[in-house]
């Protein structure tokens, strides 16, 4: 691990009075779970259909069976737990000093460390509606069941999970720019930065300090501080004074 790179992050992390994490599915690996577009990502193993087109609303709408066997198989199948970098945004955020977490990921592994203003600009697995009559159901109502599953009033239950083809969340979109607009500095983890809108979020930052962890491309970030590690293992070494 690059001294001078944690050092440099300590630093940041001291002088950041509103800082806002901006993290994608690379967040989650060292909780197990496989991202999507590294090599042993989700999209780069084999399916009957491209997983693009799996996770989408019109396979939803027109293969449900094929959906929730993709769905229950490689997004459900993880008893994840919070890593260090999950736990390092909850203590950080109990100082006052984060302002949001904002994730494209859908496992809840923020609010499970015990963060509060998280965005979730892709939805969560742990929020499921009846699309008939628009009940509620938890993940476990959703894993008690095998299949499709389905509400007592005959409805199929849809999780609230951004599939491709759906808009995202307006408010949750607003929440997301105003921390990241107010912001000053950001830290943006384990992600590609390839999926918009989501991705072109973080131009709205206007702040000081401009950090990327990441294991893979990124892309140009104009501005930011690199460091090619894992999130977990970086942000565990960063103190909270
Ligand atoms: N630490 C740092 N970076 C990591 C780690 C780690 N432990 N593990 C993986 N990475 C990096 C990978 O190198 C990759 O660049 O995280 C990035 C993950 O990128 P993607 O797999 O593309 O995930 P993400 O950017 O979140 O995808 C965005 O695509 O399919 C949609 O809705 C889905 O929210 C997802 C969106």
Do not use: W
Request: proline residues 4%; glycine residues 10%.
């Amino acid at each position: 691990m690059g001294d001078s790179n944690i050092e440099k992050l300590q630093e940041i992390v001291d002088r950041s009075r509103r800082l806002v994490f901006f993290g994608g599915a690379g967040v989650s690996t060292e909780s197990g779970i496989p991202d999507f577009r590294s090599k042993d990502g989700l999209y780069n193993q084999k399916y009957k259909f491209p997983p693009e087109y799996m996770l989408s609303h019109s396979c939803f709408v027109d293969r449900t069976e094929d959906f929730y066997e993709f769905y229950r198989d490689k997004i459900l199948a993880y008893e994840a737990k919070p890593n260090a970098a999950h736990l390092f945004l909850a203590e950080l955020e109990k100082t006052g000093r984060l302002s949001a977490v904002v994730t494209q990921n859908i496992d809840g592994l923020h609010q499970a460390a015990g963060s509060k203003r998280v965005f979730e600009l892709h939805g969560s697995v742990h929020r499921n509606y009846c699309t008939r009559c628009g009940k509620f159901f938890d993940l476990a109502a959703v894993k008690a069941q095998t299949g499709v599953p389905h509400c007592p009033c005959g409805g199929v239950i849809k999780p609230d999970v951004v599939l491709y083809g759906e808009g995202l969340d307006d408010d949750t979109v607003t929440g997301a720019i105003k921390a990241i607009a107010e912001a000053d500095a950001m830290i943006i983890a384990g992600t590609s930065l390839t999926v918009y809108p989501a991705a072109g979020l973080i131009r709205y930052f206007r702040g000081r300090d401009l950090v990327v962890i990441n294991l893979g491309d990124a892309g140009d970030v104009p501005g930011a501080l690199f460091i090619h590690q894992k999130v977990g293992e970086t942000l565990g070494q960063i103190k909270i004074k």
